[in-house]
């Protein structure tokens, strides 16, 4: 891994700040009601990653009300691996079978056996293997069902937030739904005897520090609205993302030390 600076760690936690996309300081019924107007939305869609604190924090979420209704999106994708390899870690969650398994099968058994949410309270969806068919298929079983949402609370690993908004977002365009994106944490780094770490040693669990630099430099070429990226104007697979001057800068900074962590 290359060298880090103090002004690579802020580059990076200027990007992990941008990518985390939260759109209430915090989750709760006053700050939906104070944006939003709305004291709970009427669907909260939890989208297949590594993370179970994120898986958690959707649980608790659903519990306290925040949402009328429950979605767990996600096939066998490449984050899967991750996922089963830290539920076989966890003190409490490692009973839970994961061989083979779509992780929104994984994130349901973790709801039914370890947050007392009823199976009947679960809505699934199985197949889907990125941002863009979490989007597609989530659609799919909500017509199914007929269950149309005006209000839907997205929760996500915290560095694909931004894209998973701008996915669904252009996936669900026309339909009048008001997207609520929320990062249950921001990962941020710090400098630690010259290594690159988590300020926030619970951070640890969500995975280790050249997968999450390679997922954090990779969202940026993603993001971008040209004709390599997954805008409008290049795949066309979400909407137009507006990157902030300072974000672009901060990146073309870091890919000067960390571009073999740019996945194409």
Not at 150 to 169: E, G, K, T
Not at 194 to 218: K, P, W
Not at 244 to 250: G, H, L, T, Y
Request: glycine share 4%; with cysteine.
């Amino acid at each position: 891994m290359s060298v880090a600076s103090p002004l690579h760690i802020s580059c990076l936690n200027i990007l992990i700040r941008f990518l985390a996309r939260r759109d209430v300081p915090t989750l709760s019924k006053e700050r939906l009601q104070s944006k939003f107007n709305i004291p709970q939305t009427d669907l909260l869609i939890l989208l297949g990653n590594s993370s179970l604190y994120v898986a958690s924090q959707a649980a608790e979420a659903y519990k306290k009300g925040l949402s009328k209704e429950l979605m767990i999106c996600g096939g066998i994708g490449h984050s899967t691996k991750y996922l089963a390899e830290n539920v076989k870690k966890h003190p409490q969650y490692r009973n839970i079978e994961t061989e083979n398994r779509p992780e929104a099968e994984i994130l349901k058994d973790i709801f039914i056996q370890h947050c007392n949410i009823p199976q009947e309270k679960i809505l699934m969806e199985n197949q889907s293997t990125n941002c863009g068919a979490n989007a597609m298929e989530a659609l799919k079983v909500l017509n199914q069902y007929n269950i149309h949402p005006q209000s839907i609370l997205l929760l996500q690993d915290p560095v694909l937030q931004l894209r998973s908004l701008a996915s669904f977002q252009k996936t669900w365009q026309g339909r009048n739904i008001q997207f609520i994106s929320y990062a249950c944490f921001i990962p941020e780094v710090k400098l630690e005897k010259d290594i690159i770490t988590y300020t926030n040693t619970a951070h640890q669990e969500f995975c280790d520090m050249e997968r999450f630099l390679s997922l954090v430099m990779g969202e940026i070429p993603r993001l971008r609205n040209d004709k390599k990226g997954y805008g409008p104007k290049g795949k066309n697979f979400i909407s137009e993302v507006n990157i902030p001057q300072e974000v672009n800068e901060a990146y073309k900074e870091l890919e000067k030390v960390f571009k073999e962590f740019i996945r194409p």
